[in-house]
């Protein structure tokens, strides 16, 4: 590692097959806690190359527990995190909003790092019990539309890690993988990012697969479509800078997005909005976000016909009934 890291602290890069054999020695236990740190805190202070987060893709990909899903058309919907905007959960409401108009949808998710309250977090709270059993995933797909996929138990190589990124708390290129390493490899992925760099690096990679994806961020940071300016949307066949009233939705404001202080605090907006009792704002950053990755995986949807579909599956209890059935009689906390 050495020799790595004085590489790197010369302002050079890792190819991808060296950037792939560093991630792999590393889940391997190869290195000590003090080597992990400092090359996470390299790419904190630099951006990551194409090269260096294709070879930590392909690292990943290699050591996880693979599930594969093709013949449930699967979509994910996942964040990056790391934007340090503190909103609330509206990629995993959107999951359930998704999963409720239809579309299948394997959620790819961890705890928080960077946040108080992550994807894991939130469901923990409510009862669900993780698993990476391929036939009760496939049980919760037939049932709910959806299945929750854990990232710990999918990536086991990596527990060396997680504790470093905890006791860090910043976001690592870590972040950066996490839509990328989904153990299904979903056919249809919506992405949000932290930054445009980032959206571009995701679009070029993605234009080398065979997927049906969005990459989306918020020009003022946040890595969703978060309706409080203009954002930047990048797909198989487009890239456009898109205002909110050109999707038909209103203009909003940070504050409007916020979410809880604590776990429970996040989890009683998660709860509110699914139960149709969040606000004007809240319904209408969670309905943009789930047409999107609902045109994405039927691109001959229209928007227009999408949000409808996405409306209609949270307005009228659809998204709920998705997320009952996935949790089973074992609702916690509500």
Request: net charge negative; aromatic share 4%.
């Given at each position: 590692m050495k020799e790595i890291l004085n590489h790197l602290t010369a302002y050079k890069s890792l190819d991808r097959e060296l950037a792939k054999e560093v991630l792999i020695n590393l889940a391997n236990g190869a290195y000590n806690n003090s080597q992990i740190a400092a090359f996470l805190t390299v790419f904190t202070m630099r951006s990551v190359t194409v090269e260096e987060l294709s070879g930590f893709k392909d690292a990943m990909l290699e050591l996880c527990i693979r599930l594969p899903l093709d013949d449930y058309d699967v979509i994910d919907l996942c964040?990056?995190?790391?934007?340090?905007?503190?909103?609330?959960?509206?990629?995993?409401?959107?999951?359930?909003?998704?999963?409720g108009a239809g579309q299948n949808v394997a959620k790819h998710g961890n705890y928080g790092v960077s946040s108080v309250c992550g994807s894991s977090n939130l469901m923990t709270y409510f009862g669900y019990e993780f698993t990476n059993e391929r036939d009760r995933l496939l049980r919760d797909l037939d049932s709910a539309g959806i299945c929750f996929l854990h990232a710990p138990l999918f990536h086991p190589a990596m527990k060396n890690v997680a504790p470093i990124r905890k006791e860090l708390g910043v976001k690592t290129f870590f972040?950066?993988?996490?839509?990328?390493?989904?153990?299904?490899?979903?056919?249809n992925q919506l992405v949000g990012v932290f930054s445009l760099e980032l959206a571009r690096i995701y679009g070029y990679i993605y234009q080398q697969?065979?997927?049906?994806?969005?990459?989306?961020?918020?020009?003022?940071?946040?890595?969703?479509?978060?309706?409080?300016?203009?954002f930047k949307w990048i797909s198989n066949n487009q890239e456009s800078l898109v205002h909110p009233a050109d999707i038909g939705m209103s203009?909003?404001?940070?504050?409007?997005?916020a979410g809880g202080a604590t776990i429970k605090e996040s989890a009683d907006i998660f709860w509110n909005v699914l139960n149709a009792k969040g606000t004007e704002a809240q319904?209408?950053?969670?309905?943009?976000?789930?047409?999107?990755?609902?045109?994405?995986?039927?691109?001959?949807l229209s928007f227009s016909t999408a949000l409808d579909k996405a409306r209609e599956s949270l307005m009228q209890g659809k998204a709920l009934l998705s997320f009952k059935k996935l949790i089973g009689e074992k609702i916690t906390n509500i």
């Open positions: 964040g990056t995190g790391g934007d340090s905007k503190d909103s609330f959960n509206i990629s995993t409401l959107s999951s359930f909003v998704v999963a972040n950066m993988l996490g839509p990328m390493v989904n153990p299904s490899q979903p056919k697969t065979d997927k049906q994806y969005s990459v989306v961020h918020s020009m003022d940071g946040y890595d969703e479509v978060s309706l409080t300016g203009p203009l909003l404001q940070p504050e409007q997005l319904n209408q950053v969670v309905v943009a976000n789930s047409a999107l990755a609902l045109q994405c995986a039927g691109p001959e």
